[in-house]
């Protein structure tokens, strides 16, 4: 059973930049294919980001393109959200999901993290 958890989140002001980690276990680390999800309160969970399981392709939600980086760490098993310019808007709670062979951008994964609180002051 593939586990995930997150760690990072946090209060920042607009303009700081946050790193989120999620910790991955019990699974074959380096064939999975991971996103990043978050949900506002009382709104849909929405894509922010996936990467491949070679880490060769990635994508991003509009919003998020220039601001966030996503990356995998095989050797660490973990994967990566390093977010910059954040903006009130990105308040939420930020999810890692994880599901085998391609990333998809809709909430279609097999595993989820409990979720990390981000928090964005203005």
């Known amino acids: 059973q593939v586990q995930l958890k997150e760690s990072g989140g946090g209060l920042v002001q607009t303009g700081g930049s946050l790193r989120l980690s999620c910790a991955v276990s019990?699974?074959?680390?380096?064939?999975?294919?991971l996103a990043w999800f978050r949900q506002a309160p009382g709104m849909e969970r929405e894509f922010v980001a996936g990467?491949?399981?070679?880490?060769?392709?990635?994508q991003y939600a509009d919003p998020m393109t220039d601001r966030f980086t996503i990356s995998k760490d095989n050797a660490k098993n973990t994967v990566y959200l390093q977010m910059r310019s954040l903006k009130p808007e990105d308040t939420a709670v930020y999810f890692c999901?994880?599901?085998?062979?391609?990333?998809?951008?809709?909430?279609?994964?097999?595993?989820w993290g409990q979720g990390t609180q981000v928090t964005v002051s203005s």
């Open positions: 019990g699974g074959t680390f380096s064939s999975l294919a």
């Open positions: 999901a994880a599901r085998a062979t391609v990333f998809r951008t809709t909430p279609d994964y097999d595993y």
């Open positions: 990467i491949n399981w070679s880490g060769s392709v990635t």
